[in-house]
């Protein structure tokens, strides 16, 4: 039984405040060769046994990518000296674990996302009878964010027409679905809302959630995720970051997110057990944002191997990758994960 009574209401994107103040230094850093790269690496105790191999990684990874991933083998300090028996391998094993578990991210917030379309045009156009629900800025609060995202449908409808034609009929290639609209009808000159959804990105479909106007259609999409409206918009928007994150190819496993997913308090919502399953210090990690997708995966994909793959991928890692995701260290222990796990 759920023993804590937090909900992070602040969950989603916070207001913009102003800018901070730039730094005073000049950047006078020059660049440097592979082998020079190599060398500072080594100059700083990290033991590499194969330095073509290495400078072969650092071509094709780049430096400054691969760079933060050795910070967890460090002393600390301005000298960015290792610890003594750091190997290059380690840095590597690191990097690779990281784009693991993005691709097994991704996997989880594409199956959210489409869920997401799915249950947004199925409430809108069947509950108001009309495929074009969108266009009416009555169902919307703000009526500047409706006129970017007509905007946004309109453009995506010009550009599919401006570019070259999708591919003959044939047996094995068929246009997509808006250029068969588009080419087809004539009005209304903007898609349905099942096609319209689908121009929407992770951020734009976000936005466009957010901003409906009635509490009632919030709460019916939101219900066919199995969630509460705030808890949905919460996620959805860790979601976003989480998404573009993995998009971009950037460092996921202990980056800091700036947006975190609110703890549901409801119990029809799938959560985690145990009195200390998510101590404090790890609601600021990405260990709930990947307990909030299995939650989702529970109501929309409840068949999925994605706890399983998760459990397989964080097994083979040790205590330090935990921590810097603030997993505990007998997570799998808890009813939520374990019931996908035997």
């Given at each position: 039984?759920?023993?804590w009574?937090?909900?992070?209401?602040?969950?989603?994107?916070?207001?913009?405040?102003?800018?901070r103040?730039?730094?005073?230094?000049t950047?006078?850093?020059?660049?440097?060769?592979?082998?020079?790269?190599?060398?500072?690496?080594?100059?700083?105790?990290?033991?590499?046994?194969?330095?073509?191999?290495?400078?072969?990684?650092?071509?094709?990874?780049?430096?400054y990518?691969?760079?933060?991933?050795?910070?967890?083998?460090?002393?600390?300090?301005?000298?960015?000296?290792?610890?003594?028996?750091?190997?290059?391998?380690d840095?590597?094993?690191?990097?690779?674990?990281?784009?693991?578990l993005?691709?097994?991210?991704?996997?989880?917030?594409?199956?959210?996302?489409?869920?997401?379309?799915?249950?947004l045009?199925d409430?809108?156009?069947?509950?108001?009878?009309?495929?074009?629900?969108y266009?009416?800025?009555?169902?919307?609060?703000?009526?500047?964010?409706?006129?970017?995202?007509?905007?946004?449908?309109?453009?995506?409808?010009?550009?599919?027409?401006?570019?070259?034609?999708?591919?003959?009929?044939?047996?094995?290639?068929h246009?997509?679905?808006?250029?068969?609209?588009?080419?087809?009808?004539?009005?209304?000159?903007?898609?349905?809302?099942?096609?319209?959804?689908?121009t929407?990105?992770?951020?734009?479909?976000?936005?466009?959630?957010?901003?409906?106007?009635?509490?009632?259609?919030k709460?019916a999409v939101?219900?066919r995720?199995?969630?509460?409206?705030?808890?949905?918009?919460?996620?959805?928007?860790?979601?976003?970051?989480?998404?573009n994150?993995?998009a971009?190819?950037g460092?996921?496993?202990?980056v800091?997110?700036?947006?975190?997913?609110?703890?549901?308090t409801?119990?029809?919502?799938a959560?985690?057990?145990?009195?200390?399953?998510l101590?404090?210090?790890?609601?600021?990690?990405?260990?709930?944002?990947?307990?909030s997708?299995?939650a989702?995966?529970?109501?929309?994909?409840?068949?999925?191997?994605?706890?399983?793959?998760?459990?397989?991928?964080?097994?083979?890692?040790?205590?330090?990758?935990?921590?810097?995701?603030?997993?505990?260290?007998?997570?799998?222990?808890?009813?939520?994960?374990?019931?996908?796990?035997?």
């Amino acid at each position: 039984m759920r023993t804590w009574g937090i909900f992070l209401a602040r969950g989603g994107a916070s207001l913009p405040g102003p800018p901070r103040a730039r730094g005073e230094l000049t950047y006078e850093k020059p660049p440097l060769t592979l082998d020079e790269l190599v060398a500072r690496l080594a100059g700083r105790g990290l033991r590499i046994p194969e330095p073509d191999r290495a400078r072969r990684y650092l071509q094709h990874i780049g430096y400054y990518r691969l760079s933060p991933y050795t910070i967890p083998f460090q002393q600390g300090g301005p000298g960015h000296e290792f610890r003594e028996g750091a190997v290059f391998d380690d840095v590597l094993n690191l990097y690779v674990f990281d784009r693991a578990l993005r691709l097994l991210v991704m996997d989880a917030v594409e199956r959210v996302e489409v869920a997401v379309r799915a249950a947004l045009t199925d409430h809108m156009s069947t509950t108001y009878m009309d495929p074009h629900w969108y266009v009416d800025a009555g169902h919307f609060r703000d009526r500047h964010r409706h006129d970017r995202l007509l905007k946004m449908v309109r453009d995506t409808c010009d550009d599919r027409l401006r570019g070259t034609p999708d591919a003959d009929v044939d047996t094995l290639v068929h246009k997509s679905a808006l250029e068969h609209y588009l080419t087809t009808y004539g009005s209304p000159d903007l898609p349905p809302s099942w096609l319209m959804v689908e121009t929407l990105t992770i951020g734009q479909l976000n936005t466009a959630y957010r901003n409906l106007g009635r509490r009632a259609d919030k709460s019916a999409v939101a219900r066919r995720i199995g969630l509460p409206a705030t808890v949905l918009e919460s996620w959805l928007s860790t979601y976003v970051r989480v998404r573009n994150i993995c998009a971009h190819h950037g460092r996921l496993w202990n980056v800091g997110l700036g947006v975190y997913p609110a703890i549901p308090t409801s119990p029809r919502v799938a959560w985690l057990q145990g009195a200390d399953a998510l101590p404090e210090r790890s609601t600021k990690r990405l260990y709930p944002v990947l307990v909030s997708l299995q939650a989702v995966l529970d109501s929309v994909s409840p068949r999925s191997s994605w706890a399983r793959r998760l459990h397989g991928l964080l097994s083979t890692r040790p205590e330090m990758n935990l921590a810097g995701m603030g997993i505990p260290e007998d997570w799998a222990q808890d009813p939520f994960w374990s019931r996908h796990l035997s």
